[in-house]
């Protein structure tokens, strides 16, 4: 069986530390339990054995190209897209009247976190074309619903976002794509979209964009950005499919994911690229933050996965290489006995142990954000706006200590197996090209980090992080009442107050009208309330360890137990107190980053 992933590790978090059986008690969840999801997340781990883990590496030695007007990718693409569309994994969290399975969200990225670590390329073509049918469904109207959705969660044709233009990066303020009104209601599109991710490959008869352009007279900046429907392919007035103006330019090639095809669309070159509005004019981007932030949650998770196969590569390495010898009491080393293996040479457990802290966090804090998710959407109706806020919050978080961090875990990964973790006989090269992306989709680190700053931190004056605030005590206090844990609980009941005091102190700029200065180390706040959600999280995990070998669990043995709680102490030691330095950096007095500070500087 292929060694990527741990199934006890997932399965200990769905049902111990996230209580995942909980969430069947409610309607929309109800005809799940714990054995059918058990059997659907075998069946997947089976699938990514067979299907997906062989193809790795073919997908990056065979990367997607640009030939002769279309975009060639791997065959496994094909079989994802039939596949998932056959067993619903293209709409399994939709309502089973918009022909979903109603599968918690946890569920779902807890099968998708499998395929991931077998194949990080793979998942995003099924993702986005799930995504884009949500916000169909979400926000069209249900003429556009009967007309896309069905062939979408069918895997027959595919869907994208397309944001990004050749002269509007992350500002989308500064888009050009243009939509003129025609007189059946619909809308002629021209412009360029790039880094559309998964745009045009064989496998799909027709390609859904969802396209934000601005209707010929809207309001400029954000407020007048409208949402569009644009398929690659429309139906002509005897149902066949016809070309609807919109072409492939290109494919990029890339450093990493080279399996995942990103292209360059032209749209409306000939003036005949027909688009349907979705929802309201000028609401576009109010509807596309629905499937970005899904999106983002999606990229946190598939860094998380590409770290976790690097992890279990690396481990796996270090069990088998012997290199040198232990130290002796003396201090010497014993020349006649044979060579150790190197998981026994205290650094290399050390580069083991942050791997596992880091992948095994950030996939705690991806299953509690989407844990959140679930509750908002079907759990006690006074309590979901609570919970959607706190997914707010944690969504830029999720999606970006993965993708730095796990950058970071690969990298020591690589320092593992030195010489050989350079080379493409081992596969810790290509994880670390693969996983230098994740900090790009979606948003950089540091648009992430102003949404975490500039936006969530003081939305609803500051409630997100109120309630954030709760649920962290509920973690600490169950820890400071186990004797063994205490400590542990203390230190994070000290970190949160320290945290505080690092909000209150930023908060007066923004309070005196000084937003940029605000903003100004909004990434290092970032890497500060990350390291402090992930102890969270390695506490969390810790309590439900502590109980299971407390109660005597007998679905996971003792040395699982103490593996986490060890991790645990292991986190606490080395990583947060890196917090320190940077509260230093956050509470410094002088700022150096502000354009005014030294016109000079990079003379």
């Not at 249900?142 to 979408?152: G, I, T």
């Not at 934000?212 to 429309?234: C, D, H, N």
């Not at 990229?299 to 002796?328: D, F, W």
């Not at 978080?397 to 961090?405: G, R, V």
Request: hydrophobic share 40%.
């Amino acid at each position: 069986m292929a060694n990527y992933m741990d199934m006890d590790t997932l399965k200990f978090l769905l049902y111990e530390v996230f209580e995942t059986e909980k969430l069947t008690e409610l309607e929309r969840y109800s005809e799940y339990d714990k054995s059918s999801i058990n059997i659907m997340l075998d069946s997947v781990k089976s699938w990514s054995d067979n299907v997906f883990f062989p193809a790795f590496k073919e997908m990056d030695e065979q990367a997607a190209y640009f030939k002769d007007g279309k975009v060639i990718v791997h065959p496994v693409v094909g079989e994802m897209m039939k596949i998932s569309g056959e067993n619903g994994w293209i709409g399994a969290t939709f309502s089973y009247d918009d022909g979903g399975m109603q599968l918690p969200h946890i569920i779902f990225i807890a099968a998708s976190h499998i395929i991931e670590c077998a194949n990080n390329s793979i998942t995003g073509y099924m993702g986005l074309t799930g995504g884009a049918a949500n916000l169909i469904v979400s926000f069209g109207s249900q003429v556009l619903k009967d007309k896309f959705v069905p062939n979408m969660i069918a895997g027959k044709w595919a869907g994208t976002m397309c944001l990004t233009e050749p002269q509007a990066g992350s500002s989308l303020s500064d888009i050009s794509t243009l939509a003129k009104r025609n007189e059946d209601g619909t809308f002629n599109l021209s412009g360029q979209k790039i880094f559309i991710s998964g745009g045009d490959h064989e496998y799909c008869e027709n390609f859904v964009h969802l396209v934000i352009a601005r209707i010929e007279g809207a309001p400029l900046g954000t407020k007048g950005i409208s949402l569009f429907v644009v398929p690659k392919m429309r139906h002509d007035d005897s149902g066949n499919l016809v070309s609807n103006d919109v072409t492939t330019a290109g494919d990029y090639q890339k450093m990493g994911q080279k399996g995942y095809c990103t292209t360059h669309l032209v749209f409306g070159e000939k003036e005949d690229c027909q688009a349907w509005l979705v929802g309201e004019e000028n609401m576009g981007l109010k509807y596309m933050f629905k499937m970005m932030n899904g999106a983002r949650i999606d990229v946190g998770l598939t860094a998380a996965s590409t770290a976790t196969a690097a992890y279990h590569a690396s481990l796996q390495y270090a069990k088998e290489r012997p290199q040198g010898r232990r130290i002796l009491a003396n201090g010497q080393k014993n020349s006649a006995e044979e060579q150790t293996f190197i998981i026994n040479h205290p650094d290399v457990r050390r580069m083991l142990m942050l791997q596992k802290s880091v992948v095994e966090g950030s996939l705690s804090l991806l299953m509690e954000a989407t844990h959140y998710h679930d509750l908002s959407v079907a759990g006690e109706e006074s309590k979901r706006e609570y919970y959607h806020d706190l997914l707010e919050l944690l969504t830029p978080i999720a999606k970006t200590y993965p993708s730095e961090m796990g950058r970071v875990s690969i990298s020591n990964g690589l320092q593992v197996l030195g010489g050989y973790g350079f080379c493409t006989d081992f596969p810790l090269e290509q994880y670390y090209r693969d996983i230098r992306i994740m900090a790009l989709y979606e948003g950089t680190t540091g648009i992430q980090s102003l949404d975490l700053l500039g936006r969530k931190l003081v939305m609803k004056n500051g409630v997100a992080m109120q309630h954030l605030m709760k649920e962290v005590n509920v973690t600490i206090e169950e820890a400071l009442a186990n004797d063994e844990l205490s400590i542990y609980g203390t230190q994070l009941k000290d970190k949160m107050e320290e945290a505080q005091e690092v909000i209150m102190h930023l908060l007066q700029y923004a309070m005196k009208g000084e937003h940029e200065r605000f903003v100004s180390d909004a990434t290092v706040f970032m890497e500060y309330m990350s390291t402090v959600a992930i102890a969270w999280q390695w506490l969390k995990m810790a309590n439900a360890a502590k109980l299971g070998l407390i109660t005597g669990n007998k679905e996971f043995d003792a040395d699982f137990y103490q593996s986490k709680i060890h991790t645990m102490r292991f986190y606490f030691k080395y990583e947060l107190p890196k917090t320190l330095g940077l509260k230093a950096t956050l509470m410094h007095p002088e700022t150096l980053t502000l354009a005014e500070s030294d016109a000079s500087v990079f003379a």
